[in-house]
């Protein structure tokens, strides 16, 4: 019975009646009561866009934040042995509870998979992993949401800037030119998508030598910056090369659960990484809503001169 059909026949002295199947409420996205939505990529790989995102979501954490991380590397999941579960993910209905991580929510294909066990699937596959990572998991309210994006400018890395409605990217770099040049790539991708740069991170920028006074630059210096610069965008800090990152993450052991006082440089840059990001998130945000105002406002004259 076609709709029309249907309301022709509730109708009763005249009124309308309401129908079930109309009143019908439609459920809040899962991702509604999300404030800030953070692409964490780069479109190289092996710069540490893990390694940021759990430990920029932990920095966040204890500013007193509430932190999600959606680890979207479907065929190279890594951040579930560098911030292992108190809780496992489980299931209601449609939707997936996430799992618990020192207090932060996290859904990995790594909860799907054992860990030596290849995801042997292709890439139509790999983006219904995605879109079910964005339409299916509970998060419940969240001040932001990390997405440690897989590298590369594929299909999956579109499919998450075009559906996850993304308040921004941070972009992950080292300081050397060939890394520089994948992530003009990936910044190039995010451009065309609409989504917002909030700002440049070099990771493993210089190395801290006990006992010499000068930080040393393995890998170069300077070109996180540069690259900020060329781009017009905000640069958001640089994170030292610190072996206790590494062995941290391989171990599941937090940076912050091991250094809790902010003592290691490493730890502190990652705290003056979070004051950042939260800073121009809420900039961005501003930037947002002024052009939602000034669209209401150029409307409401269109409006009085008809
Ligand atoms: N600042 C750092 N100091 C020391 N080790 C680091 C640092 N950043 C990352 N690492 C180490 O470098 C390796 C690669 O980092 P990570 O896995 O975070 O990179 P990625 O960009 O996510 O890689 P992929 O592209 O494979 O997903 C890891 O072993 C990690 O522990
Ligand atoms: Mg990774």
Redesign the pocket.
């Known amino acids: 019975m076609r709709i029309s059909q249907l309301l022709k026949s509730s109708k009763i002295k005249g009124i309308i009646m309401p129908l079930p199947m109309l009143q019908k409420k439609i459920p809040a996205h899962p991702l509604s009561s999300v404030k800030a939505i953070i692409a964490v990529a ?1 479109g190289k ?8 995102t759990v430990n920029l979501a932990l920095a966040l954490k204890a500013m007193g934040y509430q932190v999600g991380v959606m680890d979207t ?1 479907i065929y ?1 999941p ?1 951040v579930r042995r560098m911030l292992p579960e108190d809780r496992f993910p489980s299931q209601k209905g449609t939707l997936i509870t996430p799992a618990l991580c020192a207090g932060i929510k996290m859904i990995s294909m790594a909860y799907f998979r054992k860990e030596n066990e290849a995801a042997v699937v292709r890439a139509p596959i790999a983006n219904g992993v995605v879109s079910q990572f964005i339409n299916n998991v509970d998060w419940g309210s969240l001040d932001f949401l990390l997405i ?1 994006f ?2 590369g400018t594929g299909d999956v890395q579109l499919t998450l800037s075009q559906q996850a409605n993304l308040t921004g990217a941070l972009m ?1 770099t080292t300081p050397q030119e060939v890394a520089l040049m994948d992530v003009r790539k990936a910044m190039h991708m995010f451009d065309q998508v609409k989504v917002p740069l909030i700002g440049v991170i070099e ?2 920028s210089y190395y801290l030598h006990p006992g010499i006074a000068e930080p040393i630059h393995i890998f170069g210096k300077g070109g996180g910056e540069r690259l900020a610069r060329e781009m017009g965008i905000p640069f958001l800090g640089q ?5 206790e ?2 062995q941290s ?2 171990r599941g052991q937090s940076l912050f659960a091991r250094d809790a006082n902010h003592q290691r440089p ?1 730890t502190r840059a990652f705290m003056h990484l979070a004051d950042q990001v939260v800073a121009h998130i809420k900039v961005l945000k501003e930037e947002t809503n002024n052009c939602l105002s000034n669209f209401e406002l150029k409307w409401k004259e269109m409006e009085s001169h008809a």
């Open positions: 780069a790989g092996g710069v540490g866009k893990s390694s940021v590397d190279g890594s440690d897989p590298p992950v990771n493993m994170i030292p090369i610190d072996p990152i590494c993450g391989d490493a």
